[in-house]
């Protein structure tokens, strides 16, 4: 099966500079590539995700990258904010949108915006 | 809410105890999902349902058991679990995999078992 390794596990940053997230995966079948956030207490929400047709999307300061003959997509969050930190899971699915066959996730990275 | 409903939001159980937990969502979806997620792990799929059948059962021990009556609705019946089962259960869900519309997940507020 998928196996979705997320490096680093604790990233810490001074607000206002970027972060990096870095994920890879092993089935070159998969064609899906959700970024969930997770803040403390709170249920994991999907922020930006991208399918194996394009290699960058970008929605205002995030934005994610897919090397697919590498097989490793990364998420790269600008100008960062308080706010942004939370846990960030990246995750791979061979499914159309992710629908029906299941998400793999990778362990999740603790981002930590210094003020 | 996103429309996306788990109840209860906490469960504390014996290890003899007998208990259900349920979602519903709201959405349309076909598909929905079971995850586990435990503290220093990934969330770990469990159950897949689409169309109401299960499409994927991630070796899960046979002391957790999924029901999905509708695509609307849940659930996962618990029964002689252990301690290590002890986490925050997730439920999602999804259109199905024929949708071309990219809608990833959509997760409830999970359900935080402890099991004593």
């Known amino acids: 099966g998928e196996n979705v390794e997320q490096h680093p596990s604790t990233l810490s940053v001074q607000e206002g500079d970027s972060a990096v997230i870095k994920c890879t995966y092993s089935d070159s079948a998969s064609n899906y590539f959700p970024w969930y956030k997770q803040e403390l207490g709170k249920r994991p929400q999907l922020i930006i995700d991208i399918r194996s047709n394009v290699g960058e999307k970008k929605d205002q300061r995030i934005a994610v990258t897919l090397n697919k003959t590498a097989k490793h997509f990364s998420l790269h969050i600008t100008e960062t904010q308080p706010e942004d930190s939370a846990v960030y899971f990246c995750?791979?699915?061979?499914?159309?949108?992710?629908?029906?066959?299941?998400?793999?996730f990778g362990k999740g990275t603790h981002l930590i915006i210094q003020p | 809410e996103t429309g996306v409903t788990q109840t209860p939001r906490h469960l504390v159980m014996g290890m003899t105890n007998k208990k259900s937990l349920k979602c519903e969502q709201h959405?349309?979806?076909?598909?929905m999902y079971w995850y586990k997620q435990s503290a220093k792990k990934p969330l770990e799929l469990m159950f897949v349902y689409n169309f109401k059948e299960q499409t994927e059962n991630n070796s899960v021990p046979s002391r957790f058991s999924p029901e999905c009556p509708n695509s609307s609705h849940l659930f996962l019946h618990l029964h002689t679990l252990q301690p290590e089962d002890s986490a925050l259960y997730l439920c999602?869900?999804?259109?199905?995999?024929?949708?071309?519309?990219?809608?990833?997940?959509?997760f409830g507020s999970g359900t935080r078992l402890t099991v004593v």
């Open positions: 999602a869900s999804s259109q199905d995999r024929r949708s071309t519309t990219v809608y990833g997940y959509t």
């Open positions: 995750a791979a699915s061979t499914g159309l949108g992710g629908g029906a066959d299941g998400l793999t």
């Open positions: 959405l349309g979806h076909n598909a």
